[in-house]
């Protein structure tokens, strides 16, 4: 965290005053994994941005500055994570508080202790929530959105100069009101005046792109709005933005070229040049090194197949595995593990693979002497043990987490251990994942279809069913359309997934193909793009990158809340104007739609009649 | 209209085959206005773009492109105005039609007579609309969209670089998915998840950018898409965008300032340059001088007050006009209306001024051997008729139209009346407003409040509740609000408004003030909006300039619809997808609303639960 110079300034001209209590120690751990500890060494337990309904009753400790006070019966408190509310005390017992809170000039620093308590009845957000998101406006004013801010628009800024001005791209908006798409169940719907007529926001502009390609417009990008309606998702929003960008007459190569050249002339000077090209990695081989599509390829770490070490064991469980079609043993190295990782870390590792994978993971040390709960240790014989530390690498410190299972299995259960071991040690001070460093990394060849999670014997699309196949696999579309990979590519930062596309099915019937015979779609609400295919279309294929979520790790910041200048919560609410709201029946009837009330809100309903009567 | 080189020698290199019937020479006349008679000396009666219900059962003759064949029963006709669907005779008698129809290569150029149908049953659209809507993906491939679309883009990102690299602008988005603004009775709405609670798409991001200025980013602008539901209203679109900018500590003249230079740096090179500063006028001024507060400064014909002449008339009605509060006699001088209005087009000015303002107009005539209906002529005595003539600078061929009455209702009247005069010049040939010259203007000096149309003893904010009341006019704001003057201020161009802003109120009191107390508004809707302005509000002020309207104009285009890629037709249509449609009840079910069918709807809700089940 970076403090500007007029901050230290004003801390050393004012008086800070401590107020009620002396500091504590114990610390409230964040519940972000992710976040950095910025309560550990300090008195404080919390930062003012942290305080959730969570930590109702809790008794909390905050350091922050006066942002400003009202009638002398609540006081704003601020750092740089956000903003609290604080209640000044009342009673004649507090008085020698009440003067300091009160008589304190607004930007003097306190160190406040107290219970966390909801808010008072009778305000209109009644829920404890982010009290930085109901006064946006003030939280707009730090440092640290000032930055973030002012670092999209020149970072766009400058993308557009990219497309525009070096490259031919032509900026063009299209409708977000539109038709629901086959399976768009997420997309939120817009009453029309005509009955029973909805239309629809769309999550992309994936048709429209498509089509201005049809019509001509062989170069296009805008920066586009677009809607997901998740429901309660932290950390997404209903509406966000993306770089939407689309060519023609183009293979893969030259969109991952133009990206890649893109990033590299819009990334902020003061974060370190972008070098190119990024590598580049199979889907396969991501799922086998990772265990993921979106490796975070900073540090190591990882999967080692050890199967042929294993053939021969005489370990049961080892045996059992590898007697199975698509049966593997695996393992990842963490080094110092043996050093860093607690018992009670060791337990919640094997816990947390019983409980989300059903699967064990053995802990495996070089050290005899601390080989907690590895009764397997004994059974490994000194030639397996020679091979299996030179595949693995493994120095004294290290503890080697092992599993055995189905391919896909095992390595997605050790992709996310290879995380959580990276949390664990960094947790103790250990420097895995460098936050000056970017970590580009392009996965490509991923399936073109998956096995439908509710019916494994249909089809559904892995991304969306206009990306076209592999070129290498198109004559397996008529005969085992599973096995054909796609022409879709993931960009990776961080092992953050910023951006996807594909290039795409242009031919008519191809398109038809895919929609009717193997995804079983009604081809009825595609019809005009199927029309439009079937009117010369252009080789084409195109991407989208994520703003927010790229501006997010650009900025370094935890959440996409810190890259949106009015973000909703993490319910979808705006906290400010608290929208969404309660709509009089008069203003519905235009639409010709009527709210169909659950059984068990006739309470709510009542009260927002009474609202409207009075 | 402007060919391209290559279209000239593809008429020249393919064969052109007249088809049907010999050319026909009445001419139907388009239904826009303001169009130029596209089809006047030559053999079309109509352009491929403007064939309406209103054409259904007429003979009409057109040229064109054949922009492809389907089957060989219909094919679509292409000029840079559209495209029609031509039905292919099928029976014997037209036989050899047929053959030149279903043989001749596609871009051939031919000539088509034959009476507008309605489109066949069974077709998804059975409205007949413009066809080129419904393929709007094979208009894009007209020069004249690929024109207006680039040149939109190029013209957009000029004005990012003035605003962002010049000026230190910050890009910042803010939401679509808002709450319903007071009044805001055009906002679609967007039902949530929660029951009875809906986001509101808002008309202008009027509020966040206020609150942007109260959050510390001095500088803002967006290319902002902006949602309002008019139903069905021509040339105007439930979306559309505007180029929203908001500043702090600026005035008036700072924001006009700004915008002079934006328009300047980002006008196309090939229009001419813009002379800076632009024209500025009061609306009083405005409204006395050309009856309208968008006044097309490319031409005369101003209004004249000739009162002062006709103090001591014996002419009754101006007498009887004079005699009252505000009464006036006003007139505009057409300059060679003696030699180019008929007869007939002056019956019809003097009906239009009875239709829609119950207001008699006089045609007066300096020749007087053709002063037809104009019997007070003779009741002009020479000296009012010298002083008369001075005034109104006539000239031998000139017709004045004269009327009496309240001041404004006189001046809207005639400067609806020049308008009118002006397009029936122009259709004789005589240019009155060069298509290349683009004379921008501010109206400046807007009445803060109107009284209601319904009420006219309540008022309404003339322009938003925002808007900060005239310097000079403050103290009136408490004892004559209807004589505040605002500092909003319009900019006009061509007389059609392209913009608009105001400075804000910057003071929660006086916002309160005028809220609550003149117009009467629920505060609470705005209670996040006037505690923002509690806590430190910098003076700021801002303007939106409409984007598909100055498109439009720039690339003098005859309706907005042909600056935007995907529009929306007249109802609110999308005719390529056929938005909004129907949706299953299952998909309303998570946002708790169901759809109240109107009682005359039965067999359309039948007719959607056979499509639901089928």
Redesign the interface.
């Known amino acids: 965290m970076y403090f500007p110079s007029w901050m230290r300034q004003l801390y050393r001209g004012l008086s800070a005053q401590p107020a009620w209590a002396s500091p504590r120690r114990s610390l409230v751990l964040s519940p972000h994994r992710r976040l950095p500890e910025f309560s550990s060494f300090i008195a404080r337990t919390n930062t003012c941005g942290e305080l959730r309904s969570s930590h109702l009753g809790q008794e909390v400790t905050l350091c922050g500055w006066i942002q400003?006070r009202r009638q002398n019966i609540f006081l704003v408190l601020r750092d740089f994570h956000g903003l609290v509310q604080i209640v000044i005390p009342q009673d004649e017992s507090a008085a020698s508080v009440k003067k300091i809170l009160c008589e304190a000039p607004v930007e003097s620093v306190v160190q406040v202790s107290g219970t966390v308590v909801a808010r008072p009845p009778g305000q209109?957000n009644p829920k404890t929530e982010a009290l930085r998101l109901q006064?946006?406006?003030?939280?707009?004013?730090s440092f640290q959105?000032?930055r973030n801010?002012?670092l999209r628009?020149?970072m766009?800024?400058r993308m557009?100069e990219y497309l525009?001005?070096l490259h031919g791209f032509?900026?063009?908006?299209?409708?977000?009101?539109?038709?629901?798409t086959p399976g768009g169940?997420k997309e939120?719907?817009?009453?029309?005046?005509?009955?029973?007529?909805?239309?629809?926001?769309p999550q992309s502009p994936q048709?429209?792109k498509q089509?201005?390609m049809?019509?001509?417009?062989d170069r296009y990008f805008q920066v586009a709005?677009c809607?997901r309606?998740e429901?309660s998702r932290p950390d997404r929003q209903?509406?966000f933005?993306q770089i939407d960008i689309e060519m023609s007459f183009v293979d893969q190569t030259g969109i991952q070229q133009l990206i890649e050249g893109l990033l590299q002339y819009s990334w902020p000077s003061d974060r370190g040049a972008v070098a190119l090209p990024f590598p580049s990695m199979t889907f396969a081989e991501a799922l086998a090194t990772y265990g993921t599509d979106k490796p975070d390829t900073r540090f190591g770490m990882k999967i080692i197949d050890i199967s042929n070490v294993f053939r021969n064991t005489e370990i049961g469980f080892l045996q059992d595995a590898l007697s199975k079609p698509q049966g593997t043993v695996k393992a990842i190295c963490v080094p110092g593990g043996a050093k860093y990782l607690k018992r009670k870390d060791i337990e919640s590792i094997r816990k947390f693979a019983v409980d989300h994978f059903n699967q064990e993971v053995l802990p495996v040390f070089l050290k005899t002497s601390i080989n907690w709960n590895s009764p397997v240790a004994e059974l490994i014989m000194e030639e397996q043990r020679l091979e299996f530390i030179r595949l693995m690498q493994v120095q004294e410190d290290d503890v080697i987490l092992l599993t055995a299972g189905e391919h896909q299995k095992a390595c997605s259960l050790l992709g996310k251990l290879r995380l959580e071991c990276a949390d664990l040690l960094e947790k103790k001070g250990v420097v895995l994942r460098d936050p000056a460093l970017f970590s580009f990394l392009w996965v490509v060849d991923f399936p073109l279809f998956l096995p439908k999670e509710d019916n494994p014997r249909e089809l559904e699309s892995a991304h969306h069913p206009f990306t076209a196949p592999h070129p290498s696999d198109i004559h397996l579309l008529y005969t085992e359309p599973e096995k054909v990979r796609s022409q879709h590519y993931d960009l990776v930062l961080n092992g953050s997934e910023i951006g996807g596309g594909s290039i795409r099915i242009h031919n008519a019937e191809l398109q038809h193909y895919v929609l009717a015979t193997l995804l079983k779609e009604d081809v009825k609400l595609l019809?005009?793009l199927l029309q439009?295919l079937d009117?010369g279309a252009p080789p084409h294929g195109g991407i989208a990158l994520g703003l927010d979520r790229l501006m997010c790790l650009v900025t370094g910041s935890p959440s996409i809340r810190d890259v949106?200048?009015?973000p909703?919560s993490f319910r979808?609410h705006?906290l400010?104007?608290?929208?969404?709201?309660?709509?009089p029946p008069e203003?519905?009837?235009p639409?010709?739609?009527?709210?169909?009330?659950?059984a068990d809100?006739e309470s709510?309903?009542n009260s927002?009649n009474l609202h409207q009567e009075s």
């Open positions: 400003y209109e006064y946006r406006y003030l939280d707009l004013r959105m000032q801010l002012r628009s020149q766009v800024m557009r525009c001005n032509i900026d063009i908006e299209t409708p977000t009101l539109f038709k629901k169940a939120f719907l817009v009453p029309s005046r005509e009955p029973g007529k909805f239309y629809s926001l048709q429209f089509l201005l049809i019509g001509g417009f709005r809607y309606d429901g209903p509406e933005t019809s005009h439009a009117y949106i200048a009015f909703k979808g705006d400010m104007s608290s929208a969404p709201d309660c709509v203003d519905l009837k639409y010709h739609i009527q709210v169909s009330w659950p809100s709510e309903k927002l």
